[in-house]
């Protein structure tokens, strides 16, 4: 068994002491992200729409780093601070998946990095 980071500059740096995915036997475990610009590491303007697309882009760029898209997702957990936007969130979720859909847990919690509305991670499995 061999664990091996992955990592990509189209995709925000790590902001402390974790990879932004590591693959084993197949599996890719991609960090959680938020919608944070890979260029500038902050936040995007805009509202939860803006940050989950960012949110996705940035997922993208790890899954590609690793020879991965989104249809090799398998679970997602989503973190949002504020629930009452789950429908927002949700129709850009919906734009980024084909089903079948991943597996998911969305939660809301008091606080993510540097003030984002969102944070998703998630697993993905190359065949």
């Known amino acids: 068994m061999v664990k ?8 925000p740096n790590a902001i402390g ?7 084993i036997d197949g599996f890719i475990f991609c960090s959680g992200q938020i919608g944070a610009d890979s260029k500038t590491n902050e936040v995007v303007n805009g509202g939860i729409k803006e940050q989950t697309d960012q949110v996705f882009e940035n997922i993208r760029q790890v899954l590609h780093a690793a020879g991965a898209t ?3 997702v398998v679970k997602t957990t989503v973190f949002m601070t504020d629930l009452t936007e789950f429908s927002e969130m949700n129709e850009t979720y919906a734009r980024n998946f084909k089903k079948p859909y991943p597996a998911r847990a969305t ?14 991670e998630a697993v993905a499995y190359l065949k």
């Open 4 to 11: 091996t980071e992955i990592k990509t500059k189209g995709a």
């Open 17 to 23: 002491p974790y990879s932004q995915a590591v693959e």
């Open 70 to 72: 989104l249809d090799d």
């Open 107 to 120: 939660v809301q919690v008091a606080k993510l990095p540097k003030g984002a509305k969102i944070e998703i």
